[in-house]
T-cell receptor, first 113, second 113 residues
Framework: KAGVTQTPRYLIKTRGQQVTLSCSPISGHRSVSWYQQTPGQGLQFLFEYFSETQRNKGNFPGRFSGRQFSNSRSEMNVSTLELGDSALYLC????????????FGPGTRLTVL | DQQVKQNSPSLSVQEGRISILNCDYTNSMFDYFLWYKKYPAEGPTFLISISSIKDKNEDGRFTVFLNKSAKHLSLHIVPSQPGDSAVYFCAASGEGGSEKLVFGKGTKLTVNP
């Protein structure tokens, strides 16, 4: 069974630009969550989508947005990039229930110059 | 305020000995706890979980203990192997029925041959 895939794996952008990251969940998983990992803050929850609807949201500014498609694939968008947005962005999928295990993808390493 | 804390940023043990990784949480609404392992350049990999209705869960060499009164959980790895060297993250969920994971900042485990 294929795992969670994320594209691209690495990305370099400049301040002010916008970026879109993609996540394909494990087949049969309807929930996709996004996390930001930085050395200082660790892993922080961005948002979760389930059946194309945002189900939970973390404490990030509105520049961070996402969506989910009918095939459960998800995209995350960051507009007006700032230097502090440089991080590893991780996507995780699960079937959808509260106790279901989240399985993580390898992440997208975003560098903002 | 950090709701999930891993107070030891690093831990070093000898191969064959026991590794004990600790995690404290402050939010009594958390009802599900997980441990993830992360290698460099990879996403976190699920290790083991425990529901708040239990105080112990075992899977092979890995055992998680939960002390609800102390709001403390620990991961025991016996015997430790060099391949266990990684960053270990403790995570919790369930606050207000939310399914988002709240992570600690991780403990880097090094198992010396």
């Amino acid at each position: 069974k294929a795992g969670v895939t994320q594209t691209p794996r690495y990305l370099i952008k400049t301040r002010g630009q916008q970026v879109t990251l993609s996540c394909s969940p494990i087949s049969g998983h309807r929930s996709v969550s996004w996390y930001q990992q930085t050395p200082g803050q660790g892993l922080q929850f961005l948002f979760e989508y389930f059946s194309e609807t945002q189900r939970n949201k973390g404490n990030f500014p509105g520049r961070f947005s996402g969506r989910q498609f009918s095939n459960s694939r998800s995209e995350m968008n960051v507009s007006t990039l700032e230097l502090g947005d440089s991080a590893l962005y991780l996507c995780a999928s699960r079937r959808g229930g509260h106790a279901d295990t989240q399985y993580f993808g390898p992440g997208t390493r975003l560098t903002v110059l | 305020d950090q709701q999930v804390k891993q107070n030891s940023p690093s831990l070093s043990v000898q191969e064959g000995r026991i590794s004990i990784l600790n995690c404290d949480y402050t939010n009594s609404m958390f009802d599900y706890f997980l441990w993830y392992k992360k290698y460099p350049a990879e996403g976190p990999t699920f290790l083991i979980s425990i529901s708040s209705i239990k105080d112990k869960n075992e899977d092979g060499r890995f055992t998680v203990f939960l002390n609800k009164s102390a709001k403390h959980l620990s991961l025991h790895i016996v015997p430790s192997q060099p391949g266990d060297s990684a960053v270990y993250f403790c995570a919790a969920s369930g606050e207000g029925g939310s399914e988002k994971l709240v992570f600690g900042k991780g403990t880097k485990l090094t198992v010396n041959p």
